[in-house]
């Protein structure tokens, strides 16, 4: 069973553009939402995070949207850059007991020059 | 400082033969986790370890077994390699279980013939 819906599967934009990319959840147990970028031929690593006691959170370029209670997050990538191209990986996870990610199924994004 | 290193980063094996993968972490970590990267699938954790000594079992633990060496090393066996186990495969680290980073390493990527 998926517990974190991701989507789209792809996307493709210009440079500058702002891709958002969306994920849904089932638990509502889960208080941590991370993404994970990953580059072709490396591992996922940690983008950004929020917790459900905030609706917004920004670190530079990217920001998180959350949506408690519709069980939703997404990511904004601003003013978008090739650089920027990579899979991003959306995932959830609760505290309390042993913690466990569950993971989305990626977005492939692609940025145009 | 390497951070989380994985070795083989490529295999190919036959069906029925067994390998081990080999994990290793220089950020003096606690929590140590294997997860497989399939296509459309995100990331499934096989096993995690939650401090040396410790191992548990993930989402996907069926046809492997996992080894907390020491609190460095972590290793994951497939003791009879079949073709469904073709994937691509992560080793992770961070400090403690709860709402912590993980931090990856680049893969093993091993196909079963």
């Known amino acids: 069973q998926q517990q974190v819906k991701q989507s789209p599967q792809s996307l493709i934009v210009q440079k500058g553009g702002i891709p958002i990319i969306n994920c849904a959840y089932e638990n509502t147990a889960f208080d941590y939402f991370p993404w994970y970028q990953q580059f072709p031929g490396k591992g996922p690593a940690l983008l950004i995070a929020?917790?459900?006691?905030?609706s917004e959170k920004k670190e530079g370029r990217f920001t998180i949207s959350f949506n408690k209670s519709a069980k939703q997050f997404s990511l904004h990538i601003m003013d978008s850059q090739p650089g920027d191209s990579a899979t991003y990986f959306c995932a959830a996870s609760r505290s309390g007991s042993a913690r466990q990610l569950t993971f989305g199924s990626g977005t492939q994004l692609t940025v145009l020059p | 400082n390497a951070g989380v290193t994985q070795t083989p980063k490529f295999q190919v094996l036959k069906t029925g033969q067994s390998m081990t993968l080999q994990c290793a972490q220089d950020m003096n970590h606690n929590s140590m986790y294997w997860y497989r990267q399939d296509p459309g699938m995100g990331l499934r954790l096989i096993y995690y370890s939650a401090s040396e000594g410790t191992t548990d079992k993930g989402e996907v633990p069926n046809g492997y077994n996992v080894s907390r060496l020491n609190k460095r090393e972590f290793s994951l066996r497939l003791e009879s390699a079949a073709p469904s186990q073709t994937s691509v495969y992560f080793c992770?680290?961070?400090?403690?279980?709860?709402?912590?980073?993980?931090?990856f390493g680049d893969g093993t990527r091993l196909s079963i013939l």
């Open positions: 992770a680290s961070s400090e403690s279980l709860g709402n912590q980073p993980q931090h």
């Open positions: 929020i917790r459900p006691d905030v």
